[in-house]
């Protein structure tokens, strides 16, 4: 008689466990529910960031409708600029930080005054693949000193590659290949240059040497220069440069490709 009142007593109490256990599920939802319904009707984009966005849209030609940046444009559920193709935003503070166009039939020029350089926060901007018209990449691109991720490559670029774009603090893999730019590579460029992981310059029209005086390049794994028309001699910094896992400098005009104070160290 004891022993089974002592287990419909567990039982109760367990089944009271569950019940409010279930209780407080569903008031976790509720709450996370509400918040995500509060957050969603209120615009997380900064205002001068989407005049900015869209100031820079009309700046540019678009080639075809189906363009990521043609679904840019203010009006009814489209006033957020973080719901906007292509755009990332700080989920805090609402800025946008991610500006992805790559492949989005863009033509034209960007000017140094350009408002997409009021986009201050922007951490990562990939232009790949449009056509810049043979334009020179804009040396103000490096005072968006929060850029970490640059992206270039294949998008009708010409001229020279601005010391400015070298001396930026953050930028760990600008990726500048298959344009047409010429002139030297930058002295800057590998110097005091902390944050480089990989820089690929390759098929470009790229002359002169290879810049000699390299510093704090600590994190640099890959260097690719092939297709250009580089000469002269590696840099003998090159020794020191222990994270290195690869450099190609194919398909230039180097004249001593393998020195012999980097064939001693094997
Ligand atoms: C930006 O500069 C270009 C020429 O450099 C000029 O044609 C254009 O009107 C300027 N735009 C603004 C918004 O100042
Ligand atoms: C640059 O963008 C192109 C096109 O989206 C992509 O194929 C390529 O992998 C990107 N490069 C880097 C370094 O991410
Ligand atoms: C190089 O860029 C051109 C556009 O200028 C593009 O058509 C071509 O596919 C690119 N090549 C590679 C290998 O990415
Ligand atoms: C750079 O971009 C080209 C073409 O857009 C892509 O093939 C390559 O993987 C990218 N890579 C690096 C390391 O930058
Ligand atoms: C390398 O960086 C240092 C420190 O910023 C600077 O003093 C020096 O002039 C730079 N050298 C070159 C060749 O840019
Ligand atoms: C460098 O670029 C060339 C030309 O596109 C390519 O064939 C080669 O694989 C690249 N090298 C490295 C190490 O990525």
């Not at 008689?1 to 109760?12: A, D, F, H, R, Y």
């Not at 209120?42 to 990521?68: G, N, R, V, W, Y």
């Not at 292509?86 to 166009?101: P, Q, Y």
């Not at 640099?220 to 020191?240: D, E, H, R, T, V």
């Given at each position: ?12 109490s367990s089944l009271c466990y569950l019940i409010s256990k279930c209780l407080i599920i ?47 444009k203010l009006g009814g559920d489209n006033n957020d600029c973080c719901l906007w193709k ?16 790559s492949n989005s039939n863009l033509y034209g020029s960007i000017n140094s005054n350009s ?152």
């Open positions: 008689m004891c022993k089974t009142w002592l287990v419909i007593s567990t039982m109760e569903l008031l976790c939802l509720c709450i996370h529910l509400f918040t995500r319904f509060l957050s969603s009707t209120q615009p997380l984009c900064h205002d001068s960031e989407s005049s900015a966005l869209l100031q820079f849209k009309q700046s540019l030609k678009i080639k075809e409708s189906a363009s990521k940046i043609a679904s840019w292509g755009i990332d935003c700080d989920e805090n503070s609402g800025h946008v930080i991610d500006l992805d166009l408002s997409l350089f009021q986009l201050d926060h922007l951490q990562s901007l990939n232009l790949a693949f449009n056509d810049f018209s043979y334009s020179e990449i804009p040396a103000r691109i490096g005072q968006l000193s929060r850029l970490t991720y640059l992206n270039l490559s294949s998008s009708v670029f010409s001229g020279k590659i601005s010391p400015l774009i070298c001396s930026m603090s953050s930028l760990q893999v600008p990726n500048l290949s298959n344009n047409s730019l010429d002139g030297s590579i930058p002295q800057r460029l590998f110097n005091f240059s902390y944050s480089l992981q990989v820089v690929n310059l390759k098929s470009n029209n790229l002359q002169g040497g290879i810049p000699q005086s390299w510093s704090e390049v600590n994190n640099l794994k890959l260097i690719n220069l092939s297709q250009n028309k580089i000469q002269g001699q590696l840099p003998k910094s090159l020794a020191y440069c222990t994270a290195l896992e690869n450099l190609d400098v194919s398909d230039n005009q180097l004249n001593d490709v393998f020195p012999t104070y980097l064939a001693a160290q094997g």
